[in-house]
């Protein structure tokens, strides 16, 4: 985040370039898994001003999964665990204090996005544990999440989708990643 630089940046909203400021930030919680230990996580996010539309934009790392408690990380952790076959989902879930429910709508948007990624028929020629091995091994997570975030117009791994916009009328939320990469792996 220190090398972002808003000034430089086409605002998603209304398209101008170069009015974008940093406004101010704000604190959020996140749930992370560190040092082998599910953790509380507080982070300071920024947020940008656009002077010509005068909308505000949080800028989130791609660690974080819009509108989720849970960090991407821990959630794709829990998961890997999952396919490899390492523990059951009741096992996974009293080590990670998640519940089952919780795991089970993980796993089912799991399913979802892979399908909406790879297409129906690639979807069905690749097993969880493969695609998961393909997403871990990337150089770049931030450019599997920009288009994953252009074909769907929501983040991996997020539950629902972005709210629409009423003010202006023409205003539309947009989600886009910004650099720098951020590795998970």
């Not at 998603?12 to 996140?30: E, K, L, Q, V």
């Not at 399908?115 to 770049?140: A, C, M, P």
């Not at 117009?153 to 997020?158: D, E, I, N, T």
Request: aromatic content about 16%; some cysteine; hydrophobic content about 35%.
């Amino acid at each position: 985040m220190e090398q972002f630089q808003p000034e430089l940046e086409t605002c998603p909203i209304c398209g101008s370039a170069g009015n974008c400021h940093i406004h101010d930030y704000y604190g959020r919680s996140i749930i992370d898994f560190l040092s082998g230990r599910k953790q509380k996580e507080n982070l300071c996010i920024m947020r940008v001003f656009c002077d010509s539309c005068e909308h505000a934009h949080a800028i989130l790392p791609d660690i974080i999964v819009p509108y989720s408690s849970y960090s991407l990380f821990f959630i794709l952790f829990i998961l890997g665990e999952y396919f490899a076959g390492l523990h059951t989902i009741e096992q996974l879930c009293e080590r990670f204090d998640v519940s089952e429910k919780q795991f089970h709508k993980w796993l089912t948007l799991w399913k979802s996005h892979k399908k909406q990624w790879l297409g129906i028929l690639n979807d069905s020629e690749t097993d969880n544990n493969s695609f998961y091995r393909h997403l871990v091994l990337l150089d770049s997570y931030s450019s599997f999440s920009m288009d994953f975030i252009r074909l769907t117009a929501y983040s991996f791994l997020q539950s629902h989708r972005n709210p629409v916009l009423t003010s202006p009328k023409n205003a539309r939320y947009r989600q886009t990643v910004f650099a720098p990469d951020i590795f998970l792996f």
